[in-house]
C-alpha cells in the first residue's frame, strides 16, 4: 500500500465521526490512533522480549528504561499485553483497557497521548458509541516498517496533519505553514549546500524555535532524503502550544527521530536547548504577536548577558516579538570556522522599516547587516497563509556565504508567482506551484540582476541620521549663547543620509540651498555613541521601493472619453427607469 492511499484510508476512518464531531476536531482523534497504530506495530517484533524483560526486573526496585529501550531496539517501549486486536475481545471493558494500554508506553511516548488530551477523547468515543468502530478500523491498517519505512509513514502523518489543518483553516496559521511556503523556504536555506549533503555518511542538525505541527522539520528531512537518502538530519525543535508540540513530536517518532530534541515550552523565555548550536535553521514566528508576556526575562537577559546572551543587538517594541526569534537563532548559528549555519525565517513586513535611527529594532537590522549575515530576502505574494492575507518576507541568513555574496544582499520580489486556488483555505487565497517554486529557487541560486532580482551592497541600507538646527530669533535677531547661535527647537528637524554620502557634502547640496542659517547639531544626544561620529546610524530595508515601477497616468482625453461614455450609459438606464 503506498503513502498516499494509506494516508486516503486513515482519512476515511473520519467519517465515523461525522455528526459528532466539528470537522476541525477530527485530527483530535485520528492523529493520536495513527500513531499509536504505528508505534504499535514498530514494537511488534520484539514485543514478546519486553514483556520478558519487564516480568524479570519489575520487582528490582531499579529503573528499567536502559532495559527495555535495549530490547525494544527503539527510543520508546510499551509493557502491556494489550494491542488494538485483543483490546476488542473485551468491548465492555474496551475503554479502561485501552487507557491502561497506554499508560504502559514508555514515558517519552505517553507524554505525547497526554499532550493530546487522549483519555477525554476516548471518554467522548466511548460516550457516543464510537470508541469500538475506530479501533476497529485501525487494528486493521498495516503500519509495519517492512511496508511503510519510517520516511514513507512521515509522509502520511504529515498529509493527515495538512488535512486536519486546513480543515480548521481559522486557527491553522498560528501552528501549521501551508506546504507550499515550507518547500520554498526548505529550497533556499538548502541552496548551494548540494555539494555538502550529497555526502556519504553526512550528519547535519535542523532547527525550528517555534515548531508547530513539525511542518519545517518534516520538509527539511524530506528535502535531504530526496538528495541523499544516506544522509542523516537529526531535528530539533521546541513548541508552546500543547496539541501542537504533541503532533510534533508523534511526528518524529513516527520517523524514528529522537524524541528527546523536541522540547515543550516558551522559547525566549525557556531556552530548553541553549547549549545548542545548528547547521541549518527553519522558522515561521507568529507575525506582529506581543512579547509581553516573556518581557521580563527577556529585559533581564538583555541587560545582565548583553551579547553574551541572546538579545545583546536590541529589543523590539514589545507589540511584536518576530525580531526577538530572528536573534534567538542566530545565537544558535555554528562559528564559521566550525562550517557555519543557514537561517530561513519567515517574517511580515514590519521587521523591514519599522523603528528609525538607535530604535531597537534598526540596531538589530544594524548588527545583522554589519556582520554581514543576511544574504538575501523573497517577497511572497499576499494571501498565502491560512489566516492572515498580508505581504510576507523570507529572509536567509548565512555565516559562510559565498565568495560572490559577501557584503552584498539580494532582494528577489516573487510577489507575482502566486496562482489563484480552486478553493479558499480560510485567508489562503493563493499557491506556488512546483514549476514556481523551482523558478525563484533558481532565480535566488544564480545571484545575477534581473527585474525581480536586485543585489545590493549591505552598507545601502544605512543611513545616518542627522539634527538640523536653525537659530532662535527674537526681536528679529539671533539669540547667542556662549558665544554660538541658540537653536530653535520648534524648528529642529532630521535628515536621513545614506552612509556611502558624506554628511557634510549631502547637507551642502541638499539643505543649505533651502535653511542657509541652518547647522549639523554636534550634541553628544544626536550623535551616535558606538562610532562617536555625528548623527545617529540605523538600518532599513525598503523593500518595495526597489520594486516600484512608475505607470504614467492616462491622458486628459481618454479620461473624458470613458466619463462621456459612462454618461451615456447612465443616462440611458434612467430613461428606461422612467419609461
Known sequence: MSFSSTAAFIWSVADLLRGDYKQSDYGKVILPFTLLRRLECVLEPTREAVLAEYEARKTMGIPLEVFLTKKSNQSFYNTSKFSLSTLMGDAANLRHNLETYIADFSPNTREVFERYKFTEQLAYLDESNLLYKIVEKFATVDLHPDVISNHQMGLVFEELIRRFAEASNETAGEHFTPRDIVRLTTSLLFIGDDSILTKAGIVRSLYDPTAGTGGFLSSGSEYVYEMNPDAKLVTFGQELNPESYAICKADMLIKGQAVENI?????????????????????????????????????????????????????????????????????????????????????????????????????????????????????????????????????????????????????????????????????????????????????????????????????????????????????????????????????????????????????????????????????????????????????????NRHFYEYTPPRSLSEIDTELDSITKEILGLLNEVHS
Not at 271 to 297: A, C, I, R, T
Not at 349 to 363: I, K, N
Open 263 to 543: 522540547k515543550y515550552g516558551n522559547t525566549l523565555s525557556d531556552d530548553q536547548l541553549y547549549d545548542k548550536k545548528f547547521d541549518y535553521m527553519l522558522s515561521n514566528p507568529p507575525f506582529g504577536v506581543e512579547w509581553k508576556k516573556v518581557e521580563k526575562e527577556v529585559k533581564k537577559e538583555h541587560l545582565e548577558k548583553g551579547f553574551g546572551g541572546r538579545f545583546g543587538p536590541g529589543l523590539p517594541r514589545v507589540s511584536d516579538g518576530s525580531l526577538l526569534f530572528l536573534l534567538h537563532l542566530i545565537s544558535k548559528m555554528r562559528p564559521k570556522e566550525e562550517g557555519g549555519s543557514r537561517i530561513g525565517i519567515i517574517l511580515n513586513g514590519s521587521p523591514l522599516f519599522t523603528g528609525g535611527a538607535g530604535s531597537g529594532e534598526s540596531e538589530i537590522r544594524r548588527y545583522i547587516l554589519e556582520n554581514d549575515l543576511l544574504e538575501g530576502i523573497v517577497a511572497m505574494p499576499t494571501d498565502m497563509f491560512f489566516n492572515t492575507g498580508i505581504a510576507t518576507y523570507i529572509w536567509i541568513l548565512s555565516n559562510h556565504k559565498a565568495p560572490e555574496r559577501k557584503g552584498k544582499v539580494q532582494l528577489v520580489n516573487a510577489s507575482n508567482f502566486g496562482e489563484s486556488m480552486r478553493k479558499n483555505l480560510g485567508s489562503k487565497r493563493k499557491q506556488l506551484s512546483d514549476s514556481s517554486i523551482d523558478e525563484i529557487t533558481r532565480i535566488y541560486g544564480v545571484f545575477e540582476e534581473s527585474k525581480i532580482s536586485k543585489i545590493f551592497d549591505t552598507t545601502d541600507f544605512g543611513y545616518r541620521r542627522i539634527t538640523v538646527e536653525r537659530p532662535l530669533i527674537e526681536d528679529g535677531k539671533v539669540v547667542i549663547s556662549k558665544g554660538k547661535s541658540k537653536p530653535d527647537t520648534a524648528l529642529r528637524d532630521n535628515e536621513n543620509i545614506p552612509l556611502k554620502e558624506d554628511i557634510y557634502e549631502y547637507f551642502k547640496r541638499e539643505v543649505f540651498p533651502h535653511v542657509p542659517d541652518a547647522w549639523i547639531s554636534e550634541d553628544k544626544k544626536h550623535c551616535d555613541t558606538k562610532d562617536g561620529e555625528i548623527g545617529i546610524v540605523g538600518y532599513e530595508i525598503p523593500f
